[in-house]
């Protein structure tokens, strides 16, 4: 019986900035997207006959509503054929925090399929069918540190030397991604009209020169001018974190998890250790290249 175990990793924007709206409803996006060392893990069992089956250990849903049922469905599609496989889901990422648990799922679901499938795709051809599913899926994919563009599914490699440790801080209280967008839209009309940009080439610079202090005035995510009013939470967590020693805090995508950087891991531990004092779920993390 064929087994494989597949990690998938959250995510953070180091960069986020909504550029337009989509006639088709979707947003154009600039952002820096980076996988950090928080992951669930999938387990994938191939079986006999055709069936597919989602143990989550009741942490979620395992019908339709799940990116993993519906990554293997999109899978198989792509495929034009199907093979028996059980998934259980082990769950880390929180969920509806901007960490792109769901997307990371759906994802690691299509990079075990594919290896079970004898590498029937190519990266370039999972990242097309998880663009079918949602606009992280392909970042998520590929991992690492990028520039997307687009929907999200336009990417290039961008380089990350900041030798630097991560805090996540997550409240109790989630926030819906469409909710997110539809609140962007109406502070900014639809993005009819063109908007001051902040500068993303600082950002990219500072980054390949490992400069964290550099960096950090230039990490930007537009979703904080209209979460934080809603999630008084996520300046609470930025505060607390630049108090004790981040040297930038942020909401990561549509929040409302918020990261910090730090330049050694003992004063991450120092600060995950007050956040979890002051109520949120707090992790020490790494970049995942």
Same mark, same amino acid.
């Given at each position: 019986?064929?087994?494989?175990?597949?990690?998938?990793?959250?995510?953070?924007?180091? $960069?986020?900035?909504?550029?337009?709206?989509?006639?088709?409803? $979707?947003?154009?996006?600039?952002?820096?997207?980076?996988?950090?060392?928080?992951?669930?893990?999938?387990?994938?069992?191939?079986?006999?006959?055709?069936?597919?089956?989602?143990?989550?250990?009741?942490?979620?849903?395992?019908?339709?509503?799940?990116?993993?049922?519906?990554?293997? %469905?999109? $899978?198989?599609?792509?495929?034009?054929?199907?093979?028996?496989?059980?998934?259980?889901?082990?769950?880390?990422?929180?969920?509806?925090?901007?960490?792109?648990?769901?997307?990371?799922?759906?994802?690691?679901?299509?990079?075990?399929?594919?290896?079970?499938? %004898?590498?029937?795709?190519?990266?370039?051809?999972?990242?097309?069918?998880?663009?079918?599913?949602?606009?992280?899926?392909?970042? &998520? @994919?590929?991992?690492?540190?990028?520039? &997307?563009?687009?929907?999200?599914?336009?990417?290039?490699?961008?380089?990350?030397?900041?030798?630097?440790?991560? @805090?996540?801080?997550?409240?109790?209280?989630?926030?819906?991604?469409?909710?997110?967008?539809?609140?962007?839209?109406?502070? $900014?009309?639809?993005?009819?009209?063109?908007?001051?940009?902040?500068?993303?080439?600082?950002?990219?610079?500072?980054?390949?020169?490992?400069?964290?202090?550099?960096?950090?005035?230039?990490?930007?995510?537009?979703?904080?001018?209209?979460?934080?009013?809603?999630?008084?939470?996520? @300046?609470?967590?930025?505060?607390?974190?630049?108090?004790?020693?981040?040297?930038?805090?942020?909401?990561?995508?549509?929040?409302?998890?918020?990261?910090?950087?730090?330049?050694?891991?003992?004063?991450?531990?120092?600060?995950?250790?007050?956040?979890?004092?002051?109520?949120?779920?707090?992790?020490? &993390?790494?970049?995942?290249?």
């Amino acid at each position: 019986m064929e087994r494989i175990e597949e990690q998938a990793f959250a995510k953070i924007n180091l $960069y986020l900035d909504v550029t337009g709206k989509r006639p088709d409803g $979707y947003h154009d996006l600039v952002t820096v997207m980076q996988s950090v060392s928080l992951c669930d893990t999938l387990t994938l069992t191939r079986t006999a006959g055709e069936g597919f089956a989602l143990d989550t250990g009741d942490a979620l849903p395992a019908d339709d509503s799940n990116l993993v049922t519906r990554a293997a %469905n999109a $899978y198989f599609a792509a495929a034009g054929t199907r093979f028996g496989v059980s998934v259980r889901l082990e769950k880390h990422i929180p969920m509806q925090a901007g960490l792109g648990g769901g997307s990371a799922d759906a994802a690691a679901t299509l990079r075990a399929l594919n290896t079970l499938d %004898n590498n029937r795709f190519t990266q370039e051809q999972l990242c097309e069918i998880g663009a079918r599913i949602g606009a992280d899926v392909p970042f &998520c @994919v590929v991992g690492g540190t990028r520039l &997307c563009r687009g929907i999200g599914e336009r990417m290039e490699h961008a380089e990350n030397n900041l030798g630097a440790t991560l @805090v996540l801080a997550i409240g109790a209280e989630g926030v819906s991604t469409p909710q997110a967008f539809r609140a962007l839209d109406a502070r $900014y009309g639809d993005f009819r009209e063109g908007r001051d940009e902040p500068s993303l080439d600082a950002l990219l610079c500072a980054m390949r020169a490992g400069d964290a202090k550099a960096a950090a005035p230039h990490f930007q995510n537009l979703f904080e001018t209209v979460i934080e009013p809603l999630r008084p939470a996520v @300046v609470r967590w930025k505060e607390l974190l630049r108090a004790n020693g981040a040297l930038a805090a942020m909401m990561s995508g549509s929040g409302p998890a918020v990261w910090g950087l730090f330049a050694d891991r003992a004063a991450a531990e120092d600060a995950a250790q007050v956040l979890r004092a002051s109520g949120a779920d707090a992790y020490v &993390c790494a970049w995942q290249a």
